[in-house]
């Protein structure tokens, strides 16, 4: 399985931006999407997941509120609506994706996307 994540960049405080991840490959062994970030110097944090019906939704309490994590199973793409940007938002944000939604929540994830860089500004 293959992650392509797109949408990141450079956005003013209280702004918005929406992330995507595309899969391509053995789509039929992931469960579980979300993300994950990195910001420099500190350790990769979980930041949204969702399963595959979609029905289940979890959230790291930083975000919860402020982003929507959701899924186009036909399209094989999950995205990452983030509204009311924090400076403490910046990081690289990562796709990831796994048989089980939880193990996409601890970060033991199979699979991995290269990462899309998110700046928020004050």
């Known amino acids: 399985v293959q992650l392509q994540a797109s949408g990141g960049g450079l956005v003013q405080a209280g702004g918005s931006l929406r992330l995507s991840c595309v899969a391509s490959?053995?789509?039929?062994?992931?469960?579980?999407m979300g993300w994950l970030r990195q910001a420099p110097g500190k350790d990769r944090e979980f930041v949204a997941a969702i399963s595959w019906s979609g029905y289940n939704t979890y959230y790291a309490a930083v975000v919860k509120g402020r982003f929507t994590v959701s899924r186009d199973n036909d399209k094989n793409t999950v995205y990452l609506q983030m509204t009311n940007l924090k400076p403490d938002d910046t990081a690289v944000y990562y796709c990831?994706?796994?048989?089980?939604?939880?193990?996409?929540?601890?970060?033991?994830?199979?699979?991995w996307g290269q990462g899309t860089q998110v700046t928020v500004s004050s």
């Open positions: 490959g053995r789509t039929e062994s992931i469960g579980g």
């Open positions: 990831a994706a796994d048989p089980s939604a939880f193990n996409v929540r601890i970060g033991r994830c199979n699979y």
